[in-house]
């Protein structure tokens, strides 16, 4: 089996005095797409941050490819202001230098919002924006092995949906991982492992493993 | 560090864009400027005797107030919408994209205020010999202030209301600069060379410029991890 891209051993991390993980263990091979779940507050999104590195205050050893990670919290991180393309290009001038704006086309036209390059995002939907927040991903392309998504579903049609599931089946198929939370319950699909947090009943294990 | 340009270049384009779409926000520093100087001779007297010794003064309070009414809103709506977490994740180093912010914002509301300097001194009885010492001392002085209010403003980007603590924060540190600055018009009023003092605030800047993008990337660094 390939080497994990992820690997995170005896995580421990409390906020505001509540312990969120004790001796969490678990691993993320190549192509495979893990979905955090658990109640509110069980800690998803703090564990997403602590993998992107925007968290630091945990003990344990977390590898994560760092360099190479996309990471979309629950905010789609757009300037109201700003048009989708302007944004995105932002992006681009801090992730990936020197792609060819033209990429910017694509990626939103495969997010379903071809022609929206010059709209300014306040004036799209709280999906259309969910959308061209998306479209960071298809815009990286293979430069992120590891996609971190907060909440990727949120605000978006069926349509939305089966596109996202689409894009992260495309990275998996790449040998890329994809950690998101969500919900949602999902159709399993191959490579798709659950990792529950705060564990949802004396069942399920707190230490969970999401081996490919 | 081959990512600098491209960092600093990809950040500017984004907040000339972001500050063209929204003139008002630069606009209203601006304003609150012009209107500080035009009540000082209708509330004071419009006496030239009692205006010009004022004159620097008003210029320099006038011009530190404005540009401490311009930073609260430097970085909170990029926190607030997310893009900073980007910026922290990808921006590394993060100095640059500080400083590409810092530049646009010192284009339209530091640049404004100096070239207005002159016409707003001469509203205000400034001497004649003091008009461009004066003006120069603002060129040299307010990126002095948006650099260090840039620190302010990053340490207090995630306080809801963070404005008076802002204020709090910075005004100490703006003293030095509004001593200087005024200096500078007193020694060009006596017919003294104000060279010196320049030199200073030039010296300043020079300190402000390679110092402070390094505080306000680490400020910024902790509101997002701790956020």
Redesign the interface.
Known sequence: MANPLVTVEALYCERDERVLFSALSFTVAPGTAVQLRGPNGAGKTTLLRIL??????YEGRVACPREALA?L??????????TAA?NL???????A??TPLAAISNALAEVGLAGFEDV?CQALSAGQQRRVSLARLPLLGDRAALWLLDEPFTALDDEGIALVSGLMAKQQARGGAVVFTTHQPLAPAPGLHTLWLGAPDPAAPVVASAHG | MAKAPGLFWGQFRRDAALALRQPGELANPLAFFLLVITLFPLGVSPETAVLAPLAAGVLWIAALLATLLSLEGLFRRDRDEGTLEQLVLHGDPLVFAVLARLTVHWLGTGLPLTLLAPLLGAMLALPEAARWPVTLALALGTPILVLLGGVGAALTVSLRAGGVLLALLVLPLFIPVLILGVSVAELAVAGLPTGAVLAWLGAGAALALVTTPFAIAGALSIAVETG
């Open positions: 992107a590195g925007l968290h630091r205050d990471y919290g629950h905010r789609p991180a757009l300037s109201g202001v700003l302007q290009a932002h992006y681009l001038s801090l992730t230098q020197g300014p």
